[in-house]
Nanobody, 118 residues
Framework: QVQLVESGGGLVQPGGSLRLSCAAS????????MSWYRRTPGKERELVAA????????NYADSVKGRFTISRDNAENTVYLQMNSLKPEDTAVYYC???????????WGQGTQVTVSS
């Protein structure tokens, strides 16, 4: 019954923008830190951005700092990733993750493809 459903991926030109969404259900969303990871074939999974359960603190990979913004709406059980000034190196499948510090539980979404044409 736990679900994380990513959406908003697609094809975009370098310099363009996309907004990813992750809709959560089946658990107490407001008790979980949320994050976005990405994976490209031949590369290790990379943490892109993270946000605390109440949205008070964020953290970003150096490669996306200043370009990406993570946010969450606990009333809507949704976390977002606003991606601006996209580069071909940002091409990847982007995954939503939920993690509880209290229990250690961690959940993953199915991923959404982001392709930045070069």
């Amino acid at each position: 019954q736990v679900q994380l459903v990513e959406s908003g991926g697609g094809l975009v030109q370098p310099g363009g923008s996309l907004r990813l969404s992750c809709a959560a259900s089946g658990f107490t969303f407001s008790s979980y830190a949320m994050s976005w990871y990405r994976r490209t074939p031949g590369k290790e999974r990379e943490l892109v951005a993270a946000i605390t359960s109440a949205g008070g603190s964020t953290n970003y990979a150096d490669s996306v700092k200043g370009r990406f913004t993570i946010s969450r709406d606990n009333a809507e059980n949704t976390v977002y990733l606003q991606m601006n000034s996209l580069k071909p190196e940002d091409t990847a499948v982007y995954y939503c993750n939920a993690k509880s510090r209290a229990t250690g539980w961690s959940f993953w979404g199915q991923g959404t493809q982001v392709t930045v044409s070069s």
